[in-house]
């Protein structure tokens, strides 16, 4: 079957690879659409480290080929959203409904594949860049038929981990002012998160003035290309400001555009050893700083419930969709990514 694997060096669609069958607690999934995800991008220039060779990917979208013993909640044909969170389900992380914060949930990957007899990692306990994946139950979430699968596919992560940011994360409640800095994937998903939240100013900063359009289709109600003009909006500050791009200098920026009681949210990915810097004297208003793994998200319950909101024309996912590649065309989808000329690339196989 194909995939993409990543060597440490460079990458490659291999037509033979190989999974094993599914065991206990597991099930087969064959993808249909998966998401280009920055995060993605991050394990390829080094950003993210992780063991090599992996198959990449870890947004998508597929249907229920086999299920290992003991797994009743979906059945072979089953349309699902696979999710990152390999949790235990039975810790007291999980039993408290707190499944990110699962100590078996990362930095365990597994190698459920082979190539010329050498096994693979898996990343993000996902690997969407293949023909077939396999994951754990509680990762593969049932969807609707009805729902595009290249559509689909993104709520697995970009949906999950920006609209999860504002309604578990940072919980923002009616009449609330938003800013969020950077649009790309998690960003517009932050905006409209926002926007599904009832925030009632909603501000984009992004240095790309193409994206204006893109942001306030989301729900933004201004758009600025650097946060200069965000006082002239909210001159006390922002009850929330979202950094989803991963530059320290952007996260000093969130700080300091809080308002009292205000809390900057961490969504970007900066290098692993990055360090960032604010005034202390300035967080003695009652303002945090909050770190925010996959959006605080219960993936069984949230997947279910954006799937319902995307139906009932509330959640905006087939306008994230600004390009489709087959698999094959692997480089040509990375490379329009790190340009922005897509909110999601999505790969088709």
Known sequence: MKGVIFDGEQTQVADDLEIRDPGPGEVLVEISAAGLCHSDLSVLDGTIPFPVPVVLGHEGAGVVAEVGAGVTHVQPGDHVCLSTLANCGACAECDRGRPTMCRTAIGRPRRPFLRDGQPLYQFASNSAFAERTLV????????????????????GCGVLTGVGAVLNRARVE??????????????????????????????????NPAKEGVARRFGAG???????GVRDVLPTGADHVFECVGRVELVRQAVDLLDRRGQAVLLGVPPAGAEASF????MYLDKSILGCRYGASRPQRDVALYAQMYREGRLLLDELVTQTYAVGDFEKAVADARLGLAARAVLTF
């Open 136 to 155: 754990k139950a509680v990762q593969a979430v049932r969807i609707p038929e009805d729902i595009p699968m290249a559509s689909a596919a993104l709520i």
């Open 174 to 207: 009616h009449g609330d002012s938003v800013v969020v800095i950077g649009t790309g994937g998690i960003g517009l998903n932050v905006i409209q998160g926002a926007r599904i939240a009832g925030a009632l100013t909603v501000v984009a900063v992004d240095s």
């Open 222 to 228: 201004h758009f600025f290309t650097s946060v200069e």
């Open 279 to 282: 005034l202390v004297s300035s």
